[in-house]
Each structure stands twice: as structure tokens, then as C-alpha cells.
């Protein structure tokens, strides 16, 4: 049998050009379906029925003309096509894009900026973790926050999730975290519902705190920005000093008492060549089995004491993200890319149809992860409510709940004729309002470039994994 590591050398392994950018690649405007330069033939992709292909120049030609309505060239081509038909290749959906609904907006998860406080002081943080007042999130809104989603969730037979992450480090402020994650086991006793809490921590706690998130947290998601020196550049304590040791030393002990680790790591241009040694790294000492990776954003100007950490060059983190696939199989790690998703969507995230809906430390009600103050530029876009004191209860701007509702890639021109377009969906709609505010910027970015390319590589790994299961079966 065929190992994933002699699958992964069979993939295109060439320095790539980032400067190249972008081309009609449906094989008719308004129908996705895909005709991409791929190896020495084409990929003939379907995504929004997850089909792909390895095809040559005579094939291309068949398909372009079927498509186009002309009669086949010959009777090999109408085989040919009636082949490609049969597996799906070619199917068009009758309809395509969801209608906005804004009426069953109904969320059942809840995701809390429980506090401001910090254990770290990051130099490229988003929510400028622990230099703003240290606020923490109200008892009573988080615990109206947990009834609406338990209340949802019964009504609609779904399983309610509360998550943490935002602001600060939501362990720093202990009392909130513990009471708001029992309040919610409680309430989903009470209606006979199994209740999901997910952890996302820059992991550097007390080792008291330790037995209570294994417990507790379903999923945990570490941050670690790869091996010591790079991590510790950026990562560091109040005090100055780095935080590798600390988190690394947490994360064992939290696998050792049974839970399963997450990593997230974020890529600045000085620890782009070190992403092969990080993955060998975690699978060396760890038993991590999923690696986030995504380059590092600059966040001046957006947050008030972001620093400029180094964005990586394209071509550079592509290159370097290949080259840490091949070690991660073996240790049997998957390392991930959010531009890349196999699976066929219109968002990227949960900002289409507010289906985030986090509280921050202030009470506000914000569809992105990374715009949580009032102040952001993109508040006007991405907040869409707030408690009321008086009224005891989360009021919702309607208006901007309907313009939630539509900030999908179908309404993305830049994206019409990209074959990722279903993959990457847009890409992340903040970062794209990064600098004038428009989630559905016209601007192509270097981030459209690492979505085609690591995509490519998810279909030629998809191919070859078919090939061989077809040879084995």
C-alpha cells in the first residue's frame, strides 16, 4: 500500500510565483464547474458536488464543449462526456446560493470575551489583550446569554455549544470562566440536552486550573507560534520573558489527564522556515494531531498597541507549508489552512447570517471573533447588538442582522472566476475590512494566492488518495 508520505512527494513540489494572479477559470461564466492548470493536464472541479478530476488537453476541449451547448467533435469525445456525466462531473444545481432568512435566526451557540485580562501581551494582538481595563463580562449577561442559546436549542433538537476566546485570556478571570460553564452544564441538565464548551487559550494558567478544564472543556485549542524562539518573540509574559515552557508544560499536563489538543499556530515571515522543525516538534513531544497554520495579519492601526510582527511572503509560507505536510504525515498530523476547506460553502465564517454570536467583556453583540470593540472601524459592519441594563435583555439591530445575512461570496465579484471560490469563500471577511471596511473588498490579496494554491494540493491529494484506494479495494 501506498503511504501518505510517498502520496505527498507526488505533489507539485516547484518554488511557486506569487506575483501570478488570477483568470477565468469556470468553464462557463455563471455555472461552477472548473477547468484549472494542473501538473501537465487540467483539474476539472465541481465543488458544489465534491468532484474533481485529472484531465488532458482533449478532454478540456470535450467538456468546454459540452458545456457551451455545441454537439461533440466525434464519437470517442461524446463517450468521453457521457463518462464524465455519469460520475457527477458535470452536474449543475438547480438553484445555487441560500436565501437570506432572517427570520429563523435562532443561534444556539454562544461564544464569550469573558475579560480583558490577559496572562500574556502578545505584539500583534487583534483585541489588544491586557492593556485596556481589564473589564470582566458581567454574571447575569452571561448567564442570559446561556439561557437564549439552551432556550434555542431545545426548541430547534440542537446540541447548544458555549466557547471561549476574544479579548484576554478567558482562565484569567477564573470566577467568570468556572461559574459560567457550570451554569451552563446546569441549564442543559434541566432540559435534557448534552452541552458542547470548547477552549480556545494562549495556555498559560495555574496548574490548579488544570484538572477543571480537562474536565470540563470538550475541545482545547492551544496557541503556539512554533518552536521557542519564534513563539517566545511574540508571546510573551507581562514580565518580558517568553511563554513557551509555560504553555508546552500545560499542555502535557493536560494530555495526560486525557485531553485532546488543538494547535493554532499563527506565522510570522522570521518563523516561516521553521514550520517543518514545529511540526516535528509537536509529534516528537506531544500527541497533538491537528496544526492550524495561518500567517500572521498586521493589526496597526486596528488595535491601539499592535505591533508589526512580519507578514511572510506568499510564496515563502506556501513552500514552507508543503514542505511541513510531508513531515506531519508522518506522526499522522493534519495540519490545516482556513482559505483551503474541501467542503463546498459561501462563507467563510460565522459572520454570514450573525451565526456567531459572541458577547464581549462590554455586553456587546459582535459576529467576528477579531472586532470587539467599540471604537474598530468595523463595528459599524460586524456588531449587531448589545445588552440593555434597563431592559434586562440583549437587544438586536434588525438592519444590520439583514446585511449579516448577506455577506456571502456569491456577492463577491472579485471571486466569480476563482475555481477556490467555494472553498475559501471569501476569505475572512474582517481582514478584508481591514482597511476601508468593506467585508466584500474588490482587492485580491496574497491570501487569495495561499487559498489557490494549498487547495490545489488538498484536490491532488483527494486524486491520488481515490487512485490508490481504487487499487487496493
Not at 459540452?66 to 452536474?91: C, H, Q, S, T
Not at 522556515?273 to 516528537?284: I, K, L, Q, T
Not at 506522526?331 to 464581549?360: D, W
Request: with cysteine; charged share 25%; aromatic share 8%.
Amino acid at each position: 500500500m501506498i503511504s501518505e508520505t510517498t502520496l505527498l512527494q507526488l505533489l507539485p513540489q516547484a518554488t511557486v510565483d506569487a506575483s501570478h494572479r488570477f483568470v477565468e477559470e469556470r468553464v462557463v461564466p455563471g455555472t461552477d464547474i472548473f477547468l484549472v492548470r494542473y501538473l501537465d493536464g487540467y483539474l476539472l472541479y465541481n465543488p458544489r458536488f465534491g468532484h474533481v478530476a485529472l484531465v488532458d488537453e482533449l478532454a478540456k476541449e470535450a467538456v468546454e464543449r459540452r458545456l457551451k451547448g455545441e454537439k461533440p467533435a466525434n464519437d470517442g469525445e461524446r463517450g468521453l462526456v457521457e463518462k464524465l456525466e455519469a460520475i457527477g462531473l458535470l452536474d449543475r444545481p438547480l438553484e445555487i446560493g441560500s436565501r437570506p432568512d432572517i427570520s429563523n435566526w435562532a443561534p444556539t451557540s454562544v461564544t464569550f470575551s469573558t475579560t480583558q485580562k490577559c496572562t500574556l501581551r502578545c505584539k500583534y494582538c487583534y483585541a489588544d489583550g491586557g492593556r485596556l481595563e481589564d473589564l470582566d463580562i458581567p454574571l447575569p449577561v452571561a448567564y442570559a446569554a446561556v439561557d437564549l442559546v439552551v432556550d434555542n436549542a431545545t426548541k430547534s433538537a440542537k446540541r447548544p455549544a458555549v466557547n471561549f476566546l476574544g479579548e484576554g485570556e478567558a482562565t484569567a478571570s477564573w470566577d467568570e470562566f468556572s461559574k459560567i460553564i457550570m451554569y451552563f452544564r446546569q441549564a442543559c441538565s434541566n432540559r435534557s440536552l448534552e452541552g458542547e464548551v470548547s477552549l480556545s487559550t494562549n495556555g498559560v494558567f495555574p496548574e490548579r486550573r488544570i484538572e477543571f478544564i480537562a474536565a470540563q472543556c470538550d475541545s482545547i485549542a492551544f496557541s503556539i507560534d512554533g518552536l521557542p524562539e519564534s513563539h517566545d518573540a511574540n508571546r510573551v509574559l507581562p514580565n518580558g520573558n517568553g511563554s513557551f515552557n509555560v504553555v508546552l508544560k500545560n499542555l502535557l499536563a493536560l494530555e495526560a489527564r486525557g485531553a485532546r489538543i488543538d494547535v493554532r499556530a499563527t506565522v510570522t515571515a522570521s518563523a516561516t522556515a521553521a514550520m517543518p522543525s514545529f511540526v516535528r516538534y509537536m509529534g516528537e513531544h506531544t500527541k497533538v494531531k491537528s496544526i492550524h497554520f495561518e500567517p500572521v495579519f498586521s493589526n496597526l492601526g486596528l488595535a491601539k498597541t499592535a505591533e508589526d510582527a512580519g507578514t511572510p511572503d506568499a510564496s515563502a509560507f506556501v513552500s514552507a507549508f508543503r514542505a511541513a505536510r510531508r513531515v506531519a504525515c508522518r506522526y499522522e498530523i493534519e495540519l490545516y489552512y482556513s482559505g483551503s476547506e474541501m467542503q463546498a460553502r459561501e462563507s467563510f465564517c460565522g459572520v454570514s447570517n450573525a451565526r456567531n454570536f459572541l458577547v464581549t467583556s462590554r455586553g456587546l453583540v459582535t459576529s467576528c471573533n477579531e472586532v470587539l470593540q467599540p471604537w474598530d472601524r468595523r463595528a459599524e459592519t460586524f456588531q449587531y447588538g448589545a445588552w440593555d441594563d434597563v431592559q434586562q435583555r440583549f437587544v438586536f439591530d434588525q438592519a444590520k442582522l439583514e446585511r449579516l445575512f448577506h455577506i456571502n461570496v456569491l456577492g463577491m465579484r472579485k471571486c466569480e472566476g476563482c475555481f477556490a471560490k467555494l472553498n475559501c469563500a471569501g476569505d475572512c471577511y474582517a481582514r478584508n475590512a481591514a482597511p476601508a471596511g468593506d467585508p466584500m473588498s474588490k482587492d485580491y490579496t496574497d491570501r487569495c494566492y495561499l487559498a489557490r494554491e494549498l487547495l490545489k494540493d488538498n484536490l491532488g491529494m483527494a486524486l491520488t488518495a481515490s487512485a490508490i484506494s481504487n487499487i487496493n479495494g
